[in-house]
């Protein structure tokens, strides 16, 4: 059921122009940069985009001008992630999963404490909050580790569905950002 529908998402997702893709996502960007939870934090940690998800580069180098930006590196022994602030999009080299990592030299270790706000990707969602992931679990286990950070998805609105199917482990987002609408999923 939850693969039946992960795949269903993805397909409606690649589906968008690249075109399309950076207009939404623009206005996405324009979105999240307005929330006041955005504009109140001071380190953000930003998903680095691939694979048709809401493209987060220009967001990123936009937010480097007033924040402290930090990215995920996907450790593939135990799916964990470890994070590391970016001051630079030149400091990224193709990681894991084909998806961009600094470099092993320009890293600098940060935290999840330090976090203020958690950019979360995600295939889909629903309006509670429930995200479904690519099935590995590395954001479920970020997200049980952060406490103090505000956890906001950036997604087309063809990735909102009714229902993600859930599991124990499941980690919900605070906030879901489309390129229509702002979802309270606490509310």
Known sequence: ??????????????KLSKEENRKKSKEIKERLFGLKEFMGAETVLFYISYDGEVFTHDMIKEAMKEKRVVVPISNKEDCSLSLSELNNLGDLEIGSY???E??????????????DLIIVPGVGFDEHGCRMGNGIGYYDSLLKDSSNALNVALAFECQIVDEIPTEKHDIPVDKIVTEKRIIDCKS
């Open 102 to 115: 600094p470099k092993k030299d320009c890293r600098k270790k940060v935290s999840i404490d330090e976090i």
């Open 1 to 14: 059921m939850k693969e039946k529908l992960r795949k269903e998402i993805k397909e409606k997702r690649r």
């Open 98 to 100: 084909n998806i961009l």
